[in-house]
C-alpha cells in the first residue's frame, strides 16, 4: 500500500510565526502535492513537484513556498502565518506521469493561526 | 477552465435504499476519480476510470464514466450507515480539479 506520512496531525501557532508541514511518501512517486481544504471551497492546489529540486505554483501559492530535496520529502512553508491560513493541508503524491494522476493523500494537518 | 460540478451536495438517505451521485464537468476529459473522505480524516481513492463506458464496482458502490456526456455517476445500492461519508469526484485536466463534494448521511 502507498502511504503518505504527514508529520503533525493538528498544531496550533500564532501569527507571524514560521510553520513547516513535512510529508514523506514511501512509494517512490515522482509528483507530489500541497492542498488545502476549507468548507464550501473544496480542495485547492497550493504547489505541487514533479521531481526533486522543481516545483509548481498551483492555483492560491501566495503565502507559502515548498521545499523537495529528496524524492520521498515535500515540505510546505509559512513563512509568516496568518489567520487566513488556517485550514487542514492536505499532502498527496502519485506515479502518473503529469498531475492529472490519480492521488494518495496523507492523513491531513490541521493547522489553526490564532 | 475546467470546472467540475456534483450534485446533490447534501444526501440524506435511509438505509436500504439507492440513489445517484452525479459529476458533471465542463471540457473533454478521459480520466475521472472518486474519492471519499470521513470527518476529519484525508481523501481515500475509490474508483479510476479511464475510459468512455468505463463501470467499476466495490462492494454497494458503482462508478461509470460518459465521457461523451461528460458525466460521471455513482450509485449506490442498498444504502448502509457505514457509507456515510462526503463522496469527491475529481476530474483530469493539466491537473486534478475536484467537485466540491456531496455529503452522505444514511440513517436507519
Known amino acids: 500500500d502507498v502511504k503518505v506520512t504527514q508529520s503533525s496531525r493538528y498544531l496550533v501557532k500564532r501569527t507571524g510565526e514560521k510553520v513547516f508541514l513535512e510529508c514523506v511518501q514511501d512509494m517512490d512517486h515522482e509528483n507530489m502535492f500541497w492542498y488545502r481544504q476549507d468548507p464550501g471551497l473544496g480542495l485547492r492546489l497550493i504547489y505541487f513537484s514533479y521531481d526533486v529540486k522543481m516545483k509548481e505554483k498551483g492555483d492560491i501559492p501566495e503565502g507559502y513556498s515548498v521545499s523537495r530535496e529528496k524524492k520521498e520529502r515535500f515540505s510546505l512553508i509559512l513563512e509568516s502565518a496568518s489567520t487566513n491560513q488556517t485550514s487542514m493541508y492536505l499532502c498527496?503524491?502519485?506515479?502518473?506521469?503529469?498531475?492529472?494522476?490519480?492521488?494518495?493523500f496523507g492523513e491531513g494537518s490541521r493547522l489553526t493561526v490564532l | 477552465e475546467l470546472k467540475v460540478e456534483q450534485n446533490p451536495l447534501f444526501l440524506s438517505m435511509q438505509e436500504g435504499k439507492n440513489y445517484t451521485i452525479y459529476c458533471n464537468y465542463s471540457?473533454?476529459?478521459?480520466?475521472l476519480y472518486w474519492y471519499r473522505q470521513d470527518p476529519g480524516k484525508s481523501l481515500e481513492s475509490l474508483f479510476v476510470l479511464l475510459s468512455n463506458g468505463a463501470v467499476k464496482q466495490e462492494g454497494r458502490l458503482m462508478a461509470s464514466l460518459d465521457t461523451k456526456a461528460r458525466l460521471s455517476t455513482l450509485h449506490i445500492t442498498a444504502a448502509v450507515h457505514d457509507l456515510s461519508a462526503t463522496y469527491f469526484c475529481?476530474?483530469?485536466?493539466?491537473?486534478?480539479?475536484f467537485g466540491t463534494g456531496t455529503r452522505l448521511q444514511v440513517f436507519p
Open positions: 498527496a503524491s502519485s506515479l502518473w506521469p503529469g498531475v492529472g494522476g490519480e492521488l494518495f
Open positions: 475529481a476530474v483530469a485536466d493539466d491537473k486534478l480539479i
Open positions: 471540457t473533454t476529459s478521459d480520466r
